[in-house]
């Protein structure tokens, strides 16, 4: 099989993973670009969202019962890892790694095992797309239906006077106190939102494989960091458009481009290894123009 034809046959099951990883992306970029504060929780409440749902949806729930679990204990992770970061003293990226690790233990609590099937159950894809499930395409349109929801929903939240708020303390904690803005309340909620976002791509997930696994979150922060800055350097981010639609674009295109890497016979296990470089390589040419002039 050449190459063409390895590529078309992954070409809309990377679509699927593309706008699935949307949400960590987005995840990533509000702690990263909003909020100026470096935080690892994405990784740990995207594991614990799939966790959530997978238990949940044993116990008998509706799906989309699940996936609302999901994102609520996905908002509690990100508050924790804020309030660890805000008043006990602990810089983000620790008080994130804290919370990550200690979530590993609590996923086997959550799911009585390191892993849950969900073989036997319906999921969002079986109710709005038959009992199969769908097909890749229509799994992908549905997925990117629920990406624009969030974007949607976001934006308009973004342009109330409390996500204005939030913006003006990411660009400026002394300012914003300054002007009366408890800073506090707002640093919880942007990690908050973005630890909601991380749970319901890997409830998504779940869903979607029909299994939830509590390693799902390996790698998870450094594809939604490749993913975010991939989309920056395709659209930009000088609007708060552009800010929000280039996770999305990233992702997409991030995972177009692990589908060529495999097609070209690149194995599985080397994916890490290419996005590692991709990310070192975007984050140091910068530098490295700056220093030749």
Same mark, same amino acid.
């Given at each position: 099989?050449?190459?063409?034809?390895?590529?078309?046959?992954?070409?809309?099951?990377?679509?699927? /993973?593309?706008?699935?990883?949307?949400? *960590?992306?987005?995840? &990533?970029?509000?702690?990263?670009?909003?909020?100026?504060?470096?935080?690892?929780?994405?990784?740990?409440?995207? *594991?614990?969202?799939?966790?959530?749902?997978?238990? @949940?949806?044993?116990?008998?729930?509706?799906?989309?019962?699940?996936?609302?679990?999901? &994102?609520?204990?996905?908002?509690? @992770?990100?508050?924790?890892?804020?309030?660890?970061? $805000?008043?006990?003293?602990?810089?983000?990226?620790?008080?994130?790694?804290?919370?990550?690790?200690?979530?590993?233990? %609590?996923? %086997?609590?959550?799911?009585?095992?390191?892993?849950?099937?969900?073989?036997?159950?319906?999921?969002?894809?079986? $109710?709005?797309?038959?009992?199969?499930?769908?097909?890749?395409?229509?799994?992908?349109?549905?997925?990117?239906?629920?990406?624009?929801?969030?974007?949607?929903?976001?934006?308009?939240?973004?342009?109330?006077?409390?996500?204005?708020?939030?913006?003006?303390?990411?660009?400026?904690?002394?300012?914003?106190?300054?002007?009366?803005?408890?800073?506090?309340?707002?640093?919880?909620?942007?990690?908050?939102?973005?630890?909601?976002?991380?749970?319901?791509?890997?409830?998504?997930?779940?869903?979607?494989?029909?299994?939830?696994? @509590?390693?799902?979150?390996?790698?998870?922060?450094?594809?939604?960091?490749?993913?975010?800055?991939?989309?920056?350097?395709? &659209?930009?981010?000088?609007?708060?458009?552009? /800010?929000?639609?280039? *996770?999305?674009?990233?992702?997409?295109?991030?995972?177009?481009?692990?589908? @060529?890497?495999?097609?070209?016979?690149?194995?599985?296990?080397?994916?890490?290894?290419?996005?590692?470089?991709?990310? $070192?390589?975007?984050?140091?040419?910068?530098?490295?123009?700056?220093?030749?002039?």
């Amino acid at each position: 099989m050449d190459f063409v034809d390895i590529y078309f046959n992954l070409f809309a099951v990377s679509l699927v /993973q593309g706008a699935i990883f949307a949400f *960590p992306a987005l995840a &990533v970029m509000i702690p990263f670009r909003m909020l100026g504060l470096p935080d690892l929780t994405s990784e740990g409440a995207f *594991p614990f969202g799939a966790a959530i749902v997978a238990t @949940v949806t044993v116990a008998g729930f509706d799906p989309v019962l699940s996936l609302s679990a999901a &994102v609520l204990f996905g908002f509690v @992770v990100g508050a924790a890892t804020a309030l660890i970061h $805000l008043y006990l003293r602990v810089p983000s990226l620790l008080a994130g790694i804290i919370v990550l690790t200690m979530l590993f233990s %609590i996923n %086997i609590r959550v799911m009585g095992k390191p892993n849950t099937a969900l073989f036997d159950n319906d999921s969002i894809f079986t $109710l709005a797309l038959g009992a199969e499930g769908g097909d890749p395409w229509t799994q992908f349109a549905l997925i990117l239906a629920l990406v624009l929801v969030f974007l949607a929903v976001f934006y308009w939240f973004l342009n109330t006077e409390l996500g204005m708020a939030l913006r003006c303390v990411g660009a400026n904690q002394t300012m914003s106190r300054a002007q009366g803005i408890p800073t506090h309340c707002y640093i919880v909620a942007g990690i908050a939102m973005a630890g909601g976002f991380s749970a319901f791509g890997g409830a998504v997930m779940a869903q979607h494989q029909a299994y939830a696994d @509590v390693n799902m979150g390996v790698g998870v922060l450094i594809v939604g960091l490749a993913a975010t800055i991939l989309g920056e350097t395709l &659209v930009g981010r000088g609007t708060l458009t552009r /800010q929000l639609i280039a *996770p999305v674009i990233g992702s997409l295109a991030y995972f177009q481009v692990v589908a @060529v890497a495999l097609a070209l016979g690149l194995k599985p296990s080397d994916l890490k290894l290419l996005t590692g470089l991709f990310v $070192l390589i975007t984050l140091a040419t910068p530098i490295l123009m700056r220093a030749k002039r």
